[in-house]
């Protein structure tokens, strides 16, 4: 089968990129001929929050990837239409996650299934956005009917779909794979020494690119806990700031929490992931709002125990009490989970439940679901 892969890559970095890289992996790997084709400019300038959109790293060099789309640049968009819709591929899987893409991605999918042959697929990330701009709805409604069925990571999107009026089509819900690129986990010793950071201490890790609906506000309020407090545990922020800093600087002098964090809010290079998950006892997912987090799937790439919250699709993944902590979205109940985990000794036993639970999620499941969907294969 030829597949198209349309949405961001290498050049750019993050998550999605890391995902759409690994996705074509597991399409060739199943015998497809696969390629992807990605953005030259993903989001102007002025809408961009973090320092660069671009990797720094080394480029994957097994894999066929076309920089082309510009999200701004109508001309762009008609010309991989064009192109895909001569090129006649048998499925191309659009990767959708912003409102911001919808004309793009949608224009790209009408030409491209003009063919009569072509079946467009997406992976709906979101279809209701964590944070709502003028224009969501319109340009939502408009890349999702040019598709030919859907896969969802949560089920909440999957009712989302539904409540949009998309519930014809056809969906599934497979939960997000494994993130297993980032290669081994590494001894807990190893990978403080490579870090820097001392071994008396016992750490929580806070991961990703930072964002109100995250809620790291609520986990420091919860480090503030007096029986937080003492307990021999620092936070370890591992992420880009991704809009303003100052809330959290009031929250960190409020509680004097200084001395208790460990920052790393620069963009975490993928040679490094393993030394942060490898280096914490807890990942902690205090999110506000959330449909699902690829987070989840790199602490069970490294068998690291979870908090999560119950909003969403989160609770989904996260077998409370098998491989960690499913919990309100209030400072006090974060803390009397870092307080059961920390005073009773949790993690060897939750460590295990993740280990168990992990072989669930698999990119092979996530071939076929989109084969499935799109009726192809």
């Not at 010309?79 to 001569?86: D, E, W």
């Not at 679901?369 to 192809?376: C, W």
Request: aromatic share 10%; glycine share 8%; net charge positive.
């Amino acid at each position: 089968m030829n597949v198209v892969i349309i949405g961001p890559a290498y050049p750019l970095r993050g998550g999605l990129a890391t995902y759409n890289e690994r996705l074509a992996r597991a399409f060739r790997a199943a015998g497809d001929e696969v390629r992807i084709v990605t953005f030259s400019l993903q989001y102007p300038g002025f809408l961009f929050p973090g320092q660069t959109q671009f990797s720094t790293e080394a480029g994957p060099a097994d894999l066929d990837i076309e920089v082309s789309i510009n999200s701004v640049n109508p001309l762009t968009w008609v010309g991989v239409g064009r192109r895909l819709r001569r090129a006649r591929p048998d499925l191309v899987v659009f990767r959708f996650w912003l409102p911001l893409m919808g004309p793009a991605l949608g224009t790209i999918a009408r030409l491209a299934r003009g063919n009569g042959h072509t079946r467009i697929v997406a992976i709906t990330d979101n279809v209701i956005p964590h944070e709502k701009r003028p224009g969501d709805g319109p340009f939502t409604r408009y890349f999702l009917s040019a598709c030919d069925g859907f896969v969802t990571m949560s089920r909440a999107v999957l009712a989302d779909l539904q409540r949009l009026g998309f519930g014809s089509k056809p969906a599934l819900y497979r939960p997000h794979p494994l993130y297993d690129n980032f290669g081994p986990a590494k001894p807990k010793a190893e990978a403080l020494a490579a870090l820097g950071l001392a071994p008396q201490f016992r750490y929580v890790l806070f991961f990703g690119f930072i964002r109100a609906y995250k809620g790291l506000d609520i986990l420091l309020e919860a480090l503030a806990d007096a029986r937080v407090a003492a307990l021999p545990v620092k936070l370890l922020i591992a992420g880009e700031f991704y809009e303003d800093a100052a809330p959290y600087e009031v929250l960190i002098k409020k509680y004097d929490l200084e001395s208790r964090l460990v920052r790393a809010t620069d963009f975490i290079p993928n040679e490094k992931v393993a030394d942060y998950f490898s280096a914490a006892d807890l990942v902690v997912q205090p999110y506000k709002n959330a449909t699902q987090s690829g987070v989840s799937q790199v602490a069970y790439h490294f068998g690291r125990p979870m908090l999560v919250t119950d909003v969403g699709g989160l609770a989904e993944l996260i077998p409370a009490g098998v491989v960690g902590y499913v919990v309100p979205p209030t400072p006090l109940a974060i803390a009397d989970a870092l307080v059961d985990f920390y005073e009773n000794d949790r993690e060897e036993v939750l460590a295990a439940g993740v280990r168990q639970e992990a072989k669930k999620f698999s990119w092979e499941v996530m071939v076929a679901a989109l084969k499935k969907v799109a009726r192809v294969g």
